[in-house]
Nanobody, 122 residues
Framework: QVQLVESGGGLVQPGGSLRLSCAAS????????MAWYRQAPGKERELVAD???????NYADSVKARFTISRDNGKNTVYLQMNNLKPEDTAVYYC????????????????WGQGTQVTVSS
């Protein structure tokens, strides 16, 4: 069964950078498009960026030119490089498949990893 482990979050000052990682297991990673999502307190989870299994990328307008999604199929890992971070980027970040491709499921329910907290504050 699928398992997703996100890491790399932390506390960073505005303008700083972080690199998030999501290690996947239990799937044929190279066959799957992948995405990063985030959920801020009191808000719904939103798509940040996605990448096809061929490497084509897509970004939310709020993060374009600041964030870069990439993948290493040999390591079953998807990354999110985040530069010029802003306080409004503060959220828990999760990886999964893009919604239109169908989120990962376990026992008939949506599966999400534990996420990684990103806090941008001075």
């Amino acid at each position: 069964q699928v398992q997703l482990v996100e890491s790399g979050g932390g506390l960073v000052q505005p303008g700083g950078s972080l690199r998030l990682s999501c290690a996947a297991s239990g799937i044929i990673f190279s066959f799957n498009p992948m995405a990063w999502y985030r959920q801020a307190p009191g808000k719904e989870r939103e798509l940040v960026a996605d990448i096809t299994n061929g490497g084509k990328t897509n970004y939310a307008d709020s993060v374009k030119a600041r964030f870069t999604i990439s993948r290493d199929n040999g390591k079953n890992t998807v990354y999110l490089q985040m530069n010029n971070l802003k306080p409004e980027d503060t959220a828990v970040y999760y990886c999964n498949r893009p919604t239109e491709a169908g989120l990962f499921q376990q026992r008939g329910n949506e599966y999400w990893g534990q996420g990684t907290q990103v806090t941008v504050s001075s």
